[in-house]
């Protein structure tokens, strides 16, 4: 069955790199995602990345995706206040219902 | 664009009661979806829509219908509500096309009492 894993809590220094991590159970995943929750708000796309690549930046964010283990992370460099947010891993599956599978988030604090 | 919008915000319910979330979108977007948020948990599936008149099950069905008469309206139905069901609700959007980015609604917080 599907699963998507994460750790739930995450604290960093401003300034400092924030590595979220993810792991996912389902070989034939398509597109895996990370979106951000912020506080009473609907969840953005922050990016996503094609199973078929391995990293994928754009300007603060790194997605990498390691196949073999099943693992994915999100690393937010120079993390800053407005940085602080709930961070949601998922992946899809083909098939044409198209479905998102989530993982519980990992709330990110960005301390002072 | 005013995106996915939906509403209520907040909706305090008793059990037994019926109501309906709508959400709308203005993007002639083919997919929506019904997804469902509890604390500690990721967002669940619970109805989805590839195109008018046409719906299907997610993970977490029981409780809830859905219709789509048209592409830009897919509201979500309790028919008769349960304390099980006090949760967020999130309506999204999509192309069709795989990997096409799902946009999701700012939520409807329900509390069944």
């Known amino acids: 069955g599907e699963d998507v894993e994460q750790s739930l809590f995450l604290s960093v220094r401003e300034g400092d790199s924030s590595v979220i991590n993810c792991t996912y159970t389902?070989?034939?995943?398509?597109?895996l995602y990370w979106y951000k929750q912020e506080p009473g708000a609907g969840l953005q796309l922050l990016t996503y990345?094609?199973?078929?690549?391995d990293m994928k930046q754009d300007q603060r964010l790194t997605v990498l995706l390691n196949k073999k283990d099943k693992h994915l992370s999100l690393r937010i460099a120079d993390t800053q206040t407005g940085d602080s947010a709930i961070y949601f891993c998922a992946e899809m599956v083909g098939g044409s219902a198209r479905q998102l599978t989530f993982g519980s988030g990992t709330q990110l604090t960005v301390l002072p | 664009n005013a995106g996915v919008t939906q509403t209520p915000k907040f909706q305090v319910l008793k059990t037994g009661q019926s109501m309906t979330l709508q959400c709308a979108q203005d993007?002639?977007?083919?997919?929506m979806s019904w997804y469902r948020q509890d604390p500690g948990m990721g967002l669940r599936l619970i109805h989805y829509s590839v195109g008018a008149g046409i719906t299907d099950q997610g993970e977490v069905p029981n409780g809830y219908n859905v219709s789509r008469s048209t592409t830009e309206d897919f509201p979500l139905r309790l028919l008769s509500a349960a304390p099980s069901q006090t949760s967020v609700y999130f309506c999204?959007?999509?192309?069709?096309?795989?990997?096409?980015?799902?946009?999701f609604g700012p939520g409807t917080r329900l509390t069944v009492l």
């Open positions: 990345i094609f199973s078929n690549m």
């Open positions: 999204a959007s999509s192309y069709a096309n795989s990997g096409d980015t799902q946009y």
């Open positions: 389902d070989s034939s995943s398509t597109y």
């Open positions: 993007m002639n977007h083919e997919y």
